[in-house]
């Protein structure tokens, strides 16, 4: 596949809010709007916030009000997407007539189970094609309310003409296996997203965390890091919105290159677009000093182990049938040599009795 000339090209982190209440046609035309915005400054990739249509749950279960979260969710579900879909469809036409690469989060349904819900990575190509849609594998802490989570097939990087994209969702991008997973794949260019939440004046806050996992990343994978993380300004939530919603969000996007360093950004307490040259030769540069898929890797002392099986409620025996075939395959060979070896013993016999 052709690459961009000398690898270098403009990408785009976007950190913004989705269109509150909860609107899957408005937020999708804000992303259109933004995906012009981008285009028109250069752009050949853009990335969006973690579930940016219609928004990343935000809120908890209230035992107080312990119905209030199962309506939360039902409403969050009515307002998410699918894959493909009207929404995702728009986008990906838009795409293609902008000659955009898009990495876009969002909550996923699932035609054949009406309440399931993932949080997902949709990646487009800039022929309109959706190349990608992986959901996160390993939903964090109280996430594990709201979405199912993802398997081993579609954790994968992708070949594009600007070069091989990948992606992780919020806290995926601190599970090294995961990481080292998409790194063996030869990634080049991270997605990161994020919803750039919480930060309580008196507990936790992940501005840190975000800074340091993707400039971690970009040194760990010798690769450009693209980190898209949402903001929501809380003076223009609706009241009641969510109830017992946190609106602490503070953003943290920018583009970090192989050396760890920000190359734009990172950008905080404001919507922002985050625009920064990706350059593939700094990618070499920093391989030829460490690289873990090189000249840096002890394969012989540990490897990954990697369940790439569709996760599903009911058992499909692939590996019997493949095994299955193979015993018929190797019995048929036995059988032939068998029979080779018949037509040898013949021959010798033949050849013994002449000389006799």
């Not at 919105?241 to 946190?246: E, H, M, S, V």
Request: charged residues 25%; contains cysteine; hydrophobic residues 35%.
């Amino acid at each position: 596949m052709n690459k961009v000339s000398e690898g270098k090209f403009i990408a785009t982190a976007v950190q913004a809010s989705p269109v509150l209440p909860l609107s899957r046609q408005k937020t999708t035309e804000k992303i259109m709007d933004l995906m012009s915005k981008a285009a028109k400054e250069g752009s050949r990739l853009i990335v969006f916030p973690e579930t940016f249509i219609p928004t990343y749950p935000n809120f908890s279960i209230d035992l107080q009000r312990p119905t209030e979260w199962q309506q939360n969710l039902r409403y969050l579900l009515s307002e998410s997407v699918f894959v493909p879909g009207p929404e995702i469809d728009m986008i990906a036409k838009h795409a293609k007539d902008l000659c955009l690469h898009v990495s876009l989060g969002i909550n996923e349904r699932v035609r054949e189970y009406s309440a399931r819900l993932y949080n997902t990575q949709v990646f487009i190509n800039a022929d309109g094609k959706i190349i990608g849609v992986r959901r996160k594998l390993l939903p964090t802490n109280r996430e594990k309310v709201f979405w199912t989570a993802g398997d081993g097939t579609d954790l994968q990087v992708y070949d594009t003409e600007l070069g091989k994209i990948g992606g992780l969702i919020c806290y995926e991008n601190l599970q090294p296996l995961f990481k080292y997973a998409l790194m063996a794949m030869g990634e080049e260019i991270h997605c990161a997203c994020w919803p750039g939440w919480p930060e309580y004046k008196t507990g936790r806050s992940n501005r840190h965390v975000i800074d340091v996992a993707i400039r971690q990343y970009a040194l760990e994978g010798q690769c450009f890091v693209v980190n898209s993380c949402m903001y929501i300004d809380n003076s223009t939530v609706p009241p009641d919105f969510f109830g017992n919603a946190a609106w602490v969000y503070f953003g943290g996007s920018g583009i970090v290159n192989p050396m760890g360093e920000y190359v734009a950004g990172p950008v905080y307490d404001k919507e922002a677009m985050v625009h920064g040259e990706i350059d593939l030769s700094l990618n070499l540069l920093r391989k030829s000093l460490f690289d873990i898929m090189g000249k840096e890797q002890r394969w012989d002392v540990i490897q990954l182990a990697w369940n790439k099986k569709s996760y599903g409620p009911f058992y499909q025996e692939t590996h019997g049938q493949s095994n299955n075939d193979s015993h018929k395959l190797l019995e048929e060979k036995i059988a032939a040599l068998k029979d080779e070896i018949t037509d040898l013993k013949n021959i010798v016999k033949q050849k013994l009795s002449k000389e006799k």
